[in-house]
């Protein structure tokens, strides 16, 4: 069964074969830490997370780069005003070193947070996360040699990449020139040729942080750093770029534009993008209050219910966050895990196995189509949809007693390398989670003991809205999950 992609530049699906055999190279858009990171970046990085475990499950070794903009517009005015989204051009009074400083605060406090989340919703780490101001040696010198070429000019400091020199810009946009010429808003600045031509390296204004140029003081723009530290890492040419939809235009446009005008070779083969977050079928924006960080969120739900939300829809469309859909998410986990404890209770309770009762094919069906999702453009919507048969033919399995240890392993076998494709690492978090009931029900028993019986109740009664029923038995107290 091949893997097929879709291609944001094609617009097409097509078999994905990488320009090494059975190596991948891929280059991802990271943040800006310059506050908490929100659902939105949730998606991302759990999409191209998913994209990274199913290529390597299907046997290719992969690099995987994602840089950190750690030098940009909203980390500086953050570290100039203390309260967060404020525009402003005032001017500078905190000295050179001091802003520097705080601008590295700033990044660390919100780059920590950010690699705490993703943790979280068990993200791997890149194969290397690049930082921007350890990379402006690289950029001054594409930035260079792009000004060689005639593609970039300089005035006053700053330097711009010329757009209509780059015969293909708008191929991954697929924006026309001229239409876009006419589009743009007519800004009043008369150093840019066009409007639509972009900053390559800004000259420093008074007191920002800055490095040394042939265009004097200055800090590179964003685009450029993509290029410069993608292709350090990756090569000339590589396999995939990823990024959220809204970066199509103008940022990776104008990535390809200086990446390909410089090298004169073909960038990058696939484009991945992902889609919005809606809340409550509205755009989630801070302006409309309905704005939610990951951290918030995990004050309410499980990390692992928040993955399978955000994995429960195709990572192209858009997906829509609401209280009852993450309930739902919380059920469904709960639903895999209990299944896998059901299957190993029965597995441990047959002491002579019966002979095989010719489930075998049904079960590589369901092994079969969860593949065939997965491979359909790393359709993990559909691929959790074949889990949940999975799901219900091993509870099939379970109430007809057929006393066929061999169906029971292969089936919790299944289940379990499936979850741990989609980075649910159920032996992980099951441990974590029994151990904190355990405690729980010695605490209960304590309760108990000291004739508590109000402490008693009460901890019994918050087990049972985690979903867990106590049972008091000769042998002591058992506990199960309430499916
Ligand atoms: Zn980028």
């Known amino acids: 069964m091949p893997l097929f992609v879709y291609n944001t530049l094609t617009r097409k699906k097509e078999e994905f074969k990488p320009l090494k055999d059975k190596e991948v190279r891929m280059y991802v858009c990271g943040v800006t830490p310059y506050d908490e990171a929100h659902l ?123 757009v209509s020199k780059f015969k293909e810009y708008g191929k991954l946009s697929r924006r026309k020139l001229d239409e876009m010429k006419s589009g743009a808003r007519v800004k009043v600045d008369s150093r840019k040729r066009s409007p639509l031509d972009f900053s390559l390296w800004k000259a420093a204004k008074e007191g920002e942080p800055s490095w040394d140029s042939p265009w004097g003081k200055g800090r590179p723009g964003w685009h450029i750093e993509c290029s410069a530290m993608s292709t350090k890492y990756l090569g000339e040419s590589f396999d995939i770029h990823g990024g959220g939809l809204d970066l199509i235009f103008p940022h990776h446009e104008n990535e390809i534009a200086q990446t390909e005008a410089l090298t004169c070779k073909p960038w990058v083969k696939y484009w991945f993008h992902n889609g919005f977050v809606n809340v409550n079928k509205q755009k989630m924006s801070k302006s409309l209050g309905n704005f939610f960080t990951l951290k918030d969120i995990f004050k309410k739900y499980k990390p692992q219910a928040v993955r399978l939300f955000l994995l429960s829809t195709h990572y192209r469309g858009p997906i829509n966050f609401s209280d009852q859909q993450l309930k739902d998410a919380e059920k469904g986990l709960a639903r895999l895990y209990d299944t896998m404890d059901r299957l190993q209770f029965s597995i441990d309770s047959i002491e002579i196995s019966k002979e095989s009762h010719g489930l075998d094919p049904e079960l590589l069906k369901l092994d079969e189509d969860f593949i065939e999702a997965m491979n359909d453009d790393f359709n993990a919507a559909a691929a959790i949809g074949v889990l949940f048969e999975i799901v219900a033919f091993a509870n099939r399995i379970i109430e007809e007693k057929l006393n066929d240890k061999d169906i029971l392993s292969k089936t919790k076998k299944s289940l379990e390398s499936f979850l741990e494709l989609l980075g649910f690492s159920c032996e992980k978090k099951k441990a974590s989670l029994d151990e904190e009931i355990e405690k729980m029900i010695a605490e209960r028993e304590a309760a108990r003991k000291n004739k508590d019986f109000k402490t008693a109740d009460k901890i019994r009664d918050d087990l049972l809205k985690k979903g867990i029923i106590l049972e008091d038995t000769k042998q002591g107290v058992r506990w199960k999950r309430n499916a």
């Open 40 to 162: 939105g970046h949730g998606r991302a990085y759990v999409t191209f997370d998913i994209v990274r475990r199913f290529l390597e499950y299907s046997g290719y070794k992969v690099t995987y780069v994602q840089n950190i903009t750690d030098i940009d517009d909203k980390i500086i005015n953050k570290s100039q005003h203390p309260t967060p989204n404020v525009q402003t051009n005032s001017k500078v009074q905190i000295p050179n070193a001091k802003l520097k400083e705080k601008c590295e605060e700033i990044v660390k406090k919100y780059f920590d947070s950010y690699l705490e989340v993703m943790e979280k919703l068990n993200v791997l780490n890149p194969t290397k996360y690049v930082k921007a101001t350890e990379h402006i040696q690289e950029m001054v010198d594409w930035i260079k040699g792009l000004v060689d070429k005639g593609f970039a000019y300089e005035v006053g400091g700053d330097v711009y990449f010329e």
